[in-house]
Nanobody, 120 residues
Framework: QVQLVESGGGLVQAGGSLRLSCAAS????????MGWFRQAPGLERQFVGA??????YYAESVKGRFTVSRDDAKNTVDLQMNSLKLEDTAAYYC???????????????WGLGTQVTVSS
């Protein structure tokens, strides 16, 4: 059974930093895209960033502030978030997908999510 388990969410002030981690179990994801989506209340789930090998991809809204990294030996993927803004407040979901996609319906595996709240 494949599981993706996120950790590291919490409350942070605007301008601060937070690091999310996702631990995968049940299979390895070498050759897959792994990354993050987020969903704010009342809004659709949206792509944040993904990585496969040495190539990473980001939504325009987080480019230059967020960094996705992975450790295939540990089967983990992290999201370093810097210069956080109020609009970054959302539930953040770890995702694993075979194709590069910004479409939630195309994601193969999801974590349960971790809440990030940015305060003023």
């Amino acid at each position: 059974q494949v599981q993706l388990v996120e950790s590291g969410g919490g409350l942070v002030q605007a301008g601060g930093s937070l690091r999310l981690s996702c631990a995968a179990s049940g299979r390895t994801f070498g050759g897959w895209f792994m990354g993050w989506f987020r969903q704010a209340p009342g809004l659709e789930r949206q792509f944040v960033g993904a990585i496969r090998g040495s190539n990473s991809y980001y939504a325009e809204s987080v480019k230059g502030r967020f960094t996705v990294s992975r450790d295939d030996a540990k089967n983990t993927v992290d999201l370093q978030m810097n210069s956080l803004k109020l609009e970054d407040t959302a539930a953040y979901y770890c995702a694993a997908h075979r194709q590069l996609t910004a479409t939630p319906s195309a994601v193969d595996y999801w974590g349960l999510g971790t809440q990030v709240t940015v305060s003023s």
